[in-house]
């Protein structure tokens, strides 16, 4: 089981190097600087939307993979969160998973500035709000909005010891 607080920390830590990466992205249609092929992402089940960060970030694409991360992540919080009865062995353990082996490396480079993980957040957010998905509609999904909001706030206020705690292990701040 992943411990909760390491990953909220490794989390935090990595949407704040996702905003800097973000801001990199070029304008759209849309014209709100999302990433190509947000409405057709909409559509997908949220475990290939966190998928597509994992092919991105090996390509040096990490504000993109950032921002799929944490959007196929607010998705799959919001699933789970609607259906609480799933076998822990499905849904959840892929979840966990992706978590896990995606979430880490996209999380380590998108702490790497905090400031532009923070406008990734926001983007993701419009996102959601611009291409929801009806299934999601409820409480749950409102909560698990309102603990993402929370994140970026929280990755803002804390920005400089993020930086200093990087720096301290090694890694880098852009």
Do not use: C
């Amino acid at each position: 089981m992943v411990d909760r607080r390491s990953w909220l920390r490794a989390g935090a830590l990595s949407i704040v190097a996702l905003w800097t990466s973000l801001l990199a992205f070029p304008a759209t249609a849309q014209g709100i600087g999302l990433p190509d092929g947000a409405e057709a992402a909409a559509r997908l089940p949220p475990g290939d939307v966190m998928a597509k960060a994992q092919a991105l970030l090996e390509v040096g694409r990490g504000d993109e993979a950032a921002f799929w991360f944490y959007a196929g992540q607010l998705r799959y919080r919001s699933y789970l969160a609607a259906h609480r009865d799933l076998d822990p062995t499905g849904h959840p353990a892929l979840f966990a998973a992706l978590i896990e082996t995606i979430g880490r490396p996209v999380n380590e480079y998108a702490f790497g500035d905090v400031t532009k993980l923070a406008s990734t957040i926001s983007m993701v957010l419009e996102w959601d709000r611009r291409y929801p998905d009806p299934s999601l509609a409820g409480a749950g999904h409102e909560k698990t909005r309102n603990g993402l909001e929370g994140l970026r706030e929280q990755i803002m206020a804390q920005a400089d010891s993020i930086r200093r705690e990087r720096q301290q292990r090694g890694l880098p701040n852009r």
